[in-house]
């Protein structure tokens, strides 16, 4: 967010925030708690997760470098905001941030421009678990991380991924066997390589690309 602002809004937004490093595992904020702090994620990944009425925890969205945790305009929490790999944030107090907005016109429109985005990105995300097909929606999902964590392997084309495979099978509704043999299809293939651990290396995005859209 303060990357977008002008000298005299940037300060003023600076002013209030607290650089915060965040460990994998742990989480910023529960459900139900009270909305205290807001934040911007400058790097490493978050989940949002929504516990349904069965006990079961569901993944609804991924916060990536650039987002915005945190609801101005609502007291309590409507979901859970977990830490998947080590992050750094900017925290700001809520009131605080909710003062410098009302204020400052400039950092309002940028906000609501994230929000807009986040809503954009939420909506592509309901389209990718909205497919039937296991192959098409691990595609879609590898398309969306390589957008999204290109270069983080410190290669173009390659990047880790921030969840386990068992998360995977959260995010997408299948199982972590479905991942798993999806992801040895796609290696198989040729259109990603698995080096080790979490990396992932897109060698033909144009065959990812078009599993992503059967």
Wanted: include cysteine; charged fraction near 25%.
């Amino acid at each position: 967010m303060c990357s977008a602002l002008g000298d005299g809004d940037l300060a003023r937004v600076r002013a209030i925030g607290l650089r915060r490093t965040v460990a994998a595992g742990q989480v910023l904020v529960w459900a139900g708690d009270p909305n205290a702090i807001c934040a911007n994620v400058v790097s490493g990944v978050l989940k949002i997760v929504r516990v349904a009425s069965d006990g079961h925890e569901h993944i609804v969205g991924l916060l990536f470098p650039g987002d915005f945790v945190g609801d101005l305009f609502t007291e309590s929490a409507r979901e859970t905001v977990q830490v998947l790999c080590d992050a750094d944030l900017c925290v700001y107090p809520r009131g605080a941030l909710r003062h410098v907005l009302d204020v400052h016109p400039a950092a309002e429109r940028l906000l609501l421009r994230r929000a807009l985005t986040t809503l954009d990105e939420t909506r592509k995300w309901m389209l990718m678990l909205g497919r039937k097909d296991a192959s098409a929606k691990i595609a879609a999902f590898l398309v969306d991380m390589a957008r999204r964590l290109d270069g983080s392997g410190g290669v173009a084309g390659r990047f880790d991924l921030p969840m386990s495979r068992s998360e995977i099978g959260a995010v997408l509704g299948t199982t972590i066997e479905t991942v798993s043999r999806q992801f040895t299809a796609l290696r198989v293939a040729g259109i990603i390589a698995l080096p080790g651990g979490r990396a992932v290396v897109i060698l033909d995005q144009a065959r990812l690309a078009r599993r992503a859209a059967a």
